[in-house]
């Protein structure tokens, strides 16, 4: 099979290589990959920077990867011969795995993956892996109820922008934060309002809009302690990056998206039916990894950079 691989950290390592065909073990099964994303995650990975949280016997060289869509070509002990020939969308927990999806052939737990249909391109269905499922754990977390009103924190981005618009799926006010350049962007995925972070701090531009400050405001941006000021006494902040300490009796909440085979068939589901957007910036062959990866350091993108196989 080829791989990306990595030997040493730094975009300028990445290499493409030919491995030993994997074989899916009890309870997997084997998927010839058709497209993967290129995640944050995965940059920290290339770049050495998630390095501290390799668990102890992580060795070089890496695959990265976290996501994938592909074709089930085989099925492991205790796995449903069914599911050969199948089309799927896959997830798998880089850090547990140890070895991830940009690879021609993977094998993935039967409970990491979901069957889909034929409409949509394999390169839009593989953003709704690890994007995806940390927007859905995120909306999860934040127990909404109909009459609450959310800001998303970086809404425009592959997990706000799936925040917003599964929040809004489930009838809730959403305010989105954001650059002033992806304004209309992000009221077409269904946001009520807009503040942009060129009109000063989010806590003020928020109390413009709702005086008392917003029910629940997830943050995919980082911005951290500052972004409590936007939340009224009592609400919730929910976080993909890090968390602040508490105050005004806000809980505080840290996610991460794990493996979750309803969520990804709904989230596909939502995909094929063109109620959830699932945008891609670029594609790439994967022969072209490198390239990929510099691509995606390069500038910011409205939508995902994929490799194709």
């Known amino acids: 099979m080829r791989a990306v691989q990595l030997a040493e950290f730094g975009v ?21 990959t058709e497209a993967a994303t290129i995640n944050p995650a995965d940059a ?40 050969t020939g199948q089309r799927v969308v ?39 892996g690890l994007n995806g499922l940390t927007a859905w754990r995120a909306v999860d977390e934040a127990g909404l109820v109909p009459g609450e009103v959310l800001v998303v924190a970086g809404a425009a981005g592959s997990v706000g922008g ?20 992806d304004r209309e962007t992000v009221l077409s995925l269904g946001a009520s ?9 989010l806590g003020v531009c928020v109390r413009k809009v709702l005086p008392d400050g917003a029910d629940v405001l997830i943050d995919t941006a980082s911005i951290a302690a500052p972004a409590l000021a936007a939340i009224r006494d009592g609400g919730r902040y929910v976080t993909t990056t890090v968390a602040p300490g508490p105050e005004r009796g806000i809980t505080i909440a840290g996610i991460h998206g794990v493996p979750d085979a309803p969520a990804l ?17 670029r594609e790439f062959d994967v022969s072209e990894a490198r390239a990929a990866y510099e ?3 390069a500038r ?10």
């Open 295 to 297: 691509e995606f350091g």
């Open 162 to 181: 799936f925040a917003l618009q599964l929040a809004v799926s489930r009838g809730i006010r959403v305010i989105a934060a954001v650059s002033e350049r």
């Open 44 to 83: 920290a990975v290339v770049g050495g920077a998630a390095a501290p949280g390799f668990p102890p016997g992580f060795q070089p060289p890496y695959t990265p990867g976290w996501d994938l869509a592909g074709r089930v070509v085989a099925a492991g002990e205790g796995a449903s011969s069914s599911l």
């Open 90 to 128: 896959g997830f798998s927990s880089w850090f547990d795995a140890a070895h991830g999806t940009q690879a021609s052939l993977v094998a993935l737990p039967v409970a990491n993956i979901a069957v889909v249909g034929e409409g949509l391109r394999s390169s839009q269905l593989t953003t709704v």
């Open 300 to 309: 910011p993108h409205y939508g995902r950079i994929v490799l194709t196989f």
């Open 193 to 201: 309002d807009v503040v942009a972070r060129e009109d000063g701090p």
């Open 265 to 281: 068939a709904m989230l596909a589901g939502m995909a094929a039916a063109g109620t959830l957007h699932t945008p891609v910036a």
């Open 12 to 32: 300028q390592n990445i290499t493409v290589g030919e491995l030993t065909d994997p074989a899916p073990a009890a309870g997997e099964v084997l998927i010839a």
